[in-house]
Nanobody, 124 residues
Framework: QVQLVESGGGLVQAGDSLRLSCAAS????????MGWFRQAPGKEREFVAA????????YYADSVKGRFTISRDNAKNTVYLQMDSLKPEDTAVYYC?????????????????WGKGTLVTVSS
C-alpha cells in the first residue's frame, strides 16, 4: 500500500511559478508510475502529467506542455510538479496518484492510490 501527501499549493499571480511535492510512504514507491491530476470547481478531474517508475518517460496534457515539468526522486520517495507561467485556468485542486499499471497512462481509473490534494489558485 502507498500513502500519498501533496504539498506546495497556494495563491499566486498569473505568470508565477509553484512547485508541488508528493511524498509517498512505503518501500515500493519506485515500482509505481506516478501522475498528477487536477480538478477545477465544477469540472471533472483531468490528467496533468505522469512519469514512469524509472523516471525515464514523462507525459503531459496539451494544456500544460512546455510550462509544467514532472520529476521524481525515488531515493526520497517523492514526485514533483514544477509549474511555470501559471495561468488563471490552472486554478484547481491538484492530486498526486500512483499506478501499478504496466504502462504509464493518462486515465484516472488506472491509478491505484491517491492523495487528498493541494489547492492551487492563480489570480489574474
Amino acid at each position: 500500500q502507498v500513502q500519498l501527501v501533496e504539498s506546495g499549493g497556494g495563491l499566486v499571480q498569473a505568470g508565477d511559478s509553484l512547485r508541488l511535492s508528493c511524498a509517498a510512504s512505503g518501500r515500493t514507491f519506485s515500482r509505481y508510475n506516478m501522475g498528477w491530476f487536477r480538478q477545477a470547481p465544477g469540472k471533472e478531474r483531468e490528467f496533468v502529467a505522469a512519469i514512469r517508475w524509472s523516471g525515464g518517460n514523462t507525459y503531459y496534457a496539451d494544456s500544460v506542455k512546455g510550462r509544467f515539468t514532472i520529476s521524481r526522486d525515488n531515493a526520497k520517495n517523492t514526485v514533483y510538479l514544477q509549474m511555470d507561467s501559471l495561468k488563471p485556468e490552472d486554478t484547481a485542486v491538484y492530486y498526486c496518484a500512483a499506478s501499478y499499471h504496466p504502462s504509464v497512462t493518462t486515465q484516472a481509473y488506472d491509478y491505484d492510490y491517491w492523495g487528498k490534494g493541494t489547492l492551487v489558485t492563480v489570480s489574474s
